[in-house]
T-cell receptor, first 116, second 111 residues
């Protein structure tokens, strides 16, 4: 069964260091999302890609966060410098694409980030 | 702005005790409403998609229903393995179809 792959599963980093997360969506999925989920809360959208283009990054803290999906396949989310408040689960999801019915978003297992 | 409100925040049931979770939403135009299950430390797992008022979907002990303002997830005769957080999300039929989540309901089913 096709899955969204994320790595690493866990990451501990010191405050002010750089950290990066990787996501490989389900093959053929044009839409890719990065969400942040703080413990006890629902996922919050950080950035949405349609193929290689960013279509929504309104909630992405652009002074420290960046995201790319260069070839419209896998994606990287980077934080530099990390702050204590960035500790959270970072979730990647993919779906078939815009204008396509009956396409749910499927999630990876997430990366648990702890900033110390 | 699209909004999703889930209630209750937490629910504790005895095994076999049926109940319902609520998801109220405000969206400019609904393309779809989604229910997910999330186990601790894992990513959300897709359960159901509902597209229009009156629609119902079932899977094992779970049944999801949809009206123009809210959705219910009914759990019939739950088992301890149904313990999880249940998330509701809406997708608007405008723009780039952003997926907006509620804060979830934490369900604990005791034997």
């Amino acid at each position: 069964e096709a899955e969204v792959a994320q790595s690493p599963r866990y990451k501990i980093t010191e405050k002010s260091q750089a950290v990066a997360f990787w996501c490989d969506p389900i093959s053929g999925h044009a839409t890719l999302y990065w969400y942040r989920q703080i413990l006890g809360q629902g996922p919050e959208l950080l950035v949405q890609f349609q193929d290689e283009s960013v279509v929504d990054d309104s909630q992405l803290p652009k002074d420290r966060f960046s995201a790319e999906r260069l070839k419209g396949v896998d994606s990287t989310l980077k934080i530099q410098p990390a702050e204590l408040g960035d500790s959270a689960m970072y979730l990647c999801a993919s779906r078939g694409g815009l204008g396509i019915w009956n396409t749910e978003a499927f999630f990876g297992q997430g990366t648990r980030l702890t900033v110390v | 702005e699209d909004q999703v409100t889930q209630s209750p925040e937490a629910l504790r049931l005895q095994e076999g005790e049926s109940s319902s979770l609520n998801c109220s939403y405000t969206v400019s135009g609904l393309r779809g409403l989604f229910w997910y299950r999330q186990d601790p430390g894992k990513g959300p797992e897709f359960l159901f998609t509902l597209y229009s008022a009156g629609e119902e979907k079932e899977k094992e002990r779970l049944k999801a229903t949809l009206t123009k303002k809210e959705s219910f997830l009914h759990i019939t005769a739950p088992k301890p393995e149904d313990s999880a957080t249940y998330l509701c999300a809406v997708q608007a039929d405008t723009g780039f179809q952003k997926l907006v989540f509620g804060t979830g309901t934490r369900l604990l089913v005791s034997p």
